[in-house]
């Protein structure tokens, strides 16, 4: 066993006083500061040869929306992996009173000083006004990169139907930053897709391995180019309601196939930054979900983006990625 020298314990006294301080002046700006130790599993080895740093993981969604005065957050901490009598510091500024973006900050260091850092960010909202799914169709292209920017500098996740299209990088990226990544098909071709079930299929298989070889996932969520009520498909399917049979098959397959309740205007009724901003946020529905559309492929329609994060959350909306249960906005089938 090492045996440690007097001083030794004269600097963890002093830094204990030190941690002591911080901790009263924390814990009296209404913050919370909590240790937890973990138990030693590995004493030996943890005294010579450690120098893994912990891992921490988080327990529940690492970007959370809570409404305000509805009662107190409560933080679901974080699962620590380690072997070396790691202590977790946590450190909340969260207050769930007052409307606005925190964070909580996890910290976990081992007795070899090995150290991560983790953090978990907590919107407070005034009063949810409804929620606003951002949905992106037809990349990645130029445009996405800029636009994963603006939903990092708010923290907002977001929705991409992509294709066969752009860089793998931008599509992991999407993956890593937390959207969800979903199915457009892969070649967006409406002659080709709606000319027959098969290659409808055909074509959403290779765009389904494509996500799945980038991201190691398999989705199966899908949205149909045109959406569901298009009638373009009519000029292709041979007088075969494509749609309809479409639509029936992809749900006995196990995609579930989403539209949108909000047109942004951007494929072909305008091509204005403005008036994408106000079709979007002039559309919203209060108390429910709006199904937003966008073209991650149209510059001007990413430089709304920003605007129209600003406008939702100053309107109590919270901004959601969908997910296979959530609202699909379904259109009604014209063929
Ligand atoms: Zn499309």
């Known amino acids: 066993m090492k045996r440690f020298h007097p001083i030794f314990f004269i600097g963890c006294l002093v830094i204990n006083i030190g941690l002591l301080v911080a901790f009263i002046l924390v814990s009296v700006s209404a913050s919370v500061v909590a ?71 996890y910290i976990a260091k081992d007795q070899m000083g090995n150290e991560t850092i983790l953090r978990r960010y907590v919107r407070v909202i005034p009063e949810w006004n409804g929620t606003i799914y951002l949905t992106f169709d037809d990349g990645p292209g130029i445009y996405t990169d800029a636009l994963l920017d ?21 599509i992991l990226r999407e993956y890593q930053e937390g959207h969800a990544i979903a199915l457009h098909t892969w070649s967006h071709d409406y002659s080709y897709v709606y000319s027959s079930v098969d290659n409808y299929f055909a074509d959403l298989s290779m765009i389904s391995e494509r996500v799945k070889r980038i991201t190691g996932e398999e989705t199966k969520m899908i949205r149909f180019p045109g959406g569901s009520s298009n009638t373009v498909s009519a000029r292709y399917d041979g007088g075969s ?28 009724g305008t091509n204005n930054t403005n008036e994408v901003y106000s ?6 529905f209060e108390g429910g979900s709006s199904v937003v559309l966008q073209h ?34 379904h259109h009604g089938i014209n063929n």
């Open 35 to 105: 240790a937890q130790e973990i138990p030693d599993r590995h004493d030996d080895y943890c005294a010579e040869y450690d120098d893994l740093a912990p891992v921490i993981e988080l327990k529940g969604e690492d970007n959370i929306n809570f409404v305000a005065n509805t009662r107190e957050y409560v933080d679901e901490g974080v699962n620590i992996i380690d072997y070396c009598n790691t202590e977790l510091e946590t450190i909340s500024n969260v207050d769930s009173k007052t409307p606005g973006q925190y964070r909580v900050k």
């Open 150 to 170: 603006v939903l990092a500098r708010y923290n907002v996740k977001a929705t991409f139907f992509v294709t066969g299209a752009g860089d793998d990088a931008t």
């Open 241 to 268: 309601h494509i749609m309809s049979t479409l639509a029936r098959e992809v749900e006995r397959r196990g995609y579930t196939y989403f539209d949108w309740n909000i047109s942004s205007g951007d494929a072909g």
């Open 279 to 284: 079709r979007v946020v002039n559309n919203l």
């Open 296 to 329: 991650d492929v149209k510059g001007f329609s990413v430089d709304a983006v920003a605007s129209i994060i600003e406008y939702g959350l100053s309107h109590g909306y919270v901004f959601e990625k969908l997910t296979p249960s959530s609202f699909t906005a």
